[in-house]
């Protein structure tokens, strides 16, 4: 089993949809957690950290349930420049990257 | 201010051939790493460089060997490019390792393409 499980998609939503990714991870020890994203042929940039009490940055809102190892992205009112592949990431001391999530935003 | 800088940005090897990825960072980063990407798997770790003259191996560190030649610059090497090789490479810096930074934001690069005939 993969330490960092997502949803490979791809996700194709109209513009202005709200899309919800999922990632499972399986170290229960894991001390933080982030969303990375990731356009086509560039390097992955750090989206937003994963809090426990959950965390909003403007249309996106990470959530984080350790009981169940789960992590979740959503973003509202999807825009154009929203796509891209959307890297969930956990800190086991070393950083585990998952597989990506594509996102494809049309008009 | 540049960030983290990689060259060659493309690169064909014929099997058995060696070479040399290098990476720069100007953001004064004490760690450094090399991941490779291959489609369908996530980032994996290569080898890591926790400050200037300490490195380590990460997840898949068979087949390379690395240089951290001083607080700038981390190097990885293939010594005889296999076909498996054949991957798209990026370097990263962090601040500190994750281990004791707790925090997640690694810099990348803007990645190597690696194809091992």
């Known amino acids: 089993r993969k330490e960092v499980e997502q949803d490979p998609g791809p996700f194709n939503v109209p513009e202005g949809a709200t899309v919800a990714f999922n990632c499972t991870y399986s170290n229960s020890a894991s001390q933080s957690f982030f969303w990375y994203r990731q356009d086509c042929r560039k390097e992955p940039k750090l989206l937003m950290s994963?809090?426990?009490s959950g965390n909003e940055d403007g249309r996106f809102t990470a959530q984080l349930n350790r009981a169940s190892q789960y992590i979740s992205l959503l973003i509202r009112d999807s825009k154009l420049s929203d796509s891209a592949t959307y890297l969930c990431?956990?800190?086991?001391?070393?950083?585990?990257f998952g597989a990506g999530t594509r996102l494809t935003v049309k008009p | 201010n540049a960030g983290v800088t990689q060259t060659p940005k493309f690169q064909v090897l014929k099997t058995g051939q060696s070479m040399t990825l290098q990476c720069a960072q100007d953001m004064n980063h004490n760690s450094m790493y090399w991941y490779r990407q291959d489609p369908g798997m996530g980032l994996r770790l290569i080898y890591y460089s926790a400050s200037e003259g300490t490195t380590d191996k990460g997840e898949v560190p068979n087949g390379y060997n690395v240089s951290r030649l001083n607080k700038r610059e981390f190097s990885l090497r293939l010594e005889s490019a296999a076909p498996s090789q054949t991957s798209v490479y990026f370097c990263a810096s962090s601040e500190a390792l994750p281990r004791l930074a707790g925090s997640g934001t690694q810099y990348f690069g803007p990645g190597t393409r690696l194809l091992v005939l």
């Open positions: 994963v809090y426990s």
């Open positions: 990431v956990v800190n086991n001391n070393d950083m585990r």
